[in-house]
């Protein structure tokens, strides 16, 4: 069977897990389902992300929603700019 790779936050978690020194990780022991780690054979860990949100008239949305595709679109427009003049 072939385990799949950690989310970011996933990595992250394990690191900080890691760390704390609690005993052996397993990643996903039962699977690709809750939870993500069991620690020490005793711990279960489940990784959330917590996200920041504003309501845009009926519908909640996620900061990050709005983030990434905003932070591309400044990202291609400051290079459009090309190198300062002055430095």
């Known amino acids: ?3 799949r790779r950690m989310t970011p936050d996933e990595e992250i978690a ?8 609690l005993g052996e ?6 699977g690709n389902v809750t ?4 620690v020490d054979k005793r711990i279960a860990v489940e990784v959330r992300r917590l ?3 504003w ?8 900061l990050e929603e709005t983030f990434f595709p905003l ?4 990202s ?3 290079a459009s700019l090309g190198r300062p003049l002055l430095g």
Request: net charge positive; glycine share 6%; no cysteine.
């Open 1 to 3: 069977m072939r385990m």
């Open 14 to 21: 394990h690191r900080y897990l890691e760390r704390l020194q």
């Open 25 to 30: 990780i397993q990643l996903e022991p039962d």
């Open 35 to 38: 939870p993500d780690f069991l």
């Open 51 to 53: 996200n920041q949100n």
């Open 55 to 62: 309501r845009d008239g009926e519908r909640p949305e996620g």
């Open 71 to 74: 932070r591309a679109k400044m």
């Open 76 to 78: 291609k427009l400051l």
